[in-house]
Structure formats: C-alpha cells, structure tokens
C-alpha cells in the first residue's frame, strides 16, 4: 500500500506528497493534511518523539503521548519509584512559586498604579485653578 512505502520513505515522501496534493488541488492538500494529523504523523514529528519519525507509541508506557500519562499534565511514571518522587515534589514546589511570583507581579502592579494615580491627584491640586469658560467681548 502507498502509506506502507511512504512511512519506509520517510518525512520526506509525507512532505512531498503534501506539497503535490496542494499543488494539484488544494481539497486534496486538506485531506492529505488531515490524514497526517488524524493518523498522528504530524505529532510524530516533533524532536521529543523517541525512536523513528512515525513511531507512534510510548514503548515504556504504551500511550501515543511520550512521556506523558493520557490525559493528564503529569509525566508518566519512569519506574524509579524515588526519582518520580523528587520530581513530583519538585513540581509542586515550583507551582507554588510560581503563584507566589504571580501574587507578588500583581501587588507590585496595584502599588505601581496606585504611585501614578497619586501623583496625577497631587499634580492636578498643584495647578492653579483656570476657568473653563473665557469670557467673550
């Protein structure tokens, strides 16, 4: 089968034939593209995917995710029960920072916006009073 031939081929028969098919109708470009990201070449493409470009599967974990447990935003085990420990730990640690960090850039913005706003109050009573209406002769 073509795909069977274009996976032995490589990243550059996919891209060829991506580039022909839009070249020759862009529907036809669609689909091809559609076909890539539904059959997860597209992702398979990226640096941290182990193994060869169309390798679709985790083979510690089985999930088409590497590294990474399905559905979830925590890493997958790496079947050191003390290192995903201390990696767990350090997460939580470093989300907690980053909240204090978001907490304190907020307090450091009202304060800032507070400085401005009383320095365009004291400003605004510094200048003499003018009248808004001249008068007309």
Do not use: C, H, I
Not at 1 to 30: C, H, I, N, R, Y
Not at 127 to 137: C, G, K, L
Request: avoid cysteine.
């Amino acid at each position: 089968m073509l795909q069977t031939k274009l996976d032995e081929w490589g990243k550059p028969a996919w891209l060829s034939l991506l580039v022909l098919a839009f070249f020759a109708a862009w529907p036809l470009g669609l689909a091809v593209l559609a076909y890539l990201a539904g059959s997860g070449r597209l992702r398979a493409w990226r640096a941290e995917m182990p193994g060869t470009w169309f390798n679709l599967r985790n083979p510690s974990s089985g999930s088409p995710w590497p590294g990474r447990a399905p559905w979830s935003g925590r890493p997958a085990s790496s079947g050191n029960r003390a290192f995903d420990e201390y990696r767990n730990e350090t997460m939580r640690r470093l989300e907690e920072e980053q909240q204090e960090f978001q907490a304190f850039l907020e307090r450091l913005r009202q304060a800032r916006d507070k400085a401005e706003f009383d320095e365009f109050m004291a400003e605004r009573r510094r200048r003499p009073e003018t009248s808004d209406n001249p008068v007309s002769t």
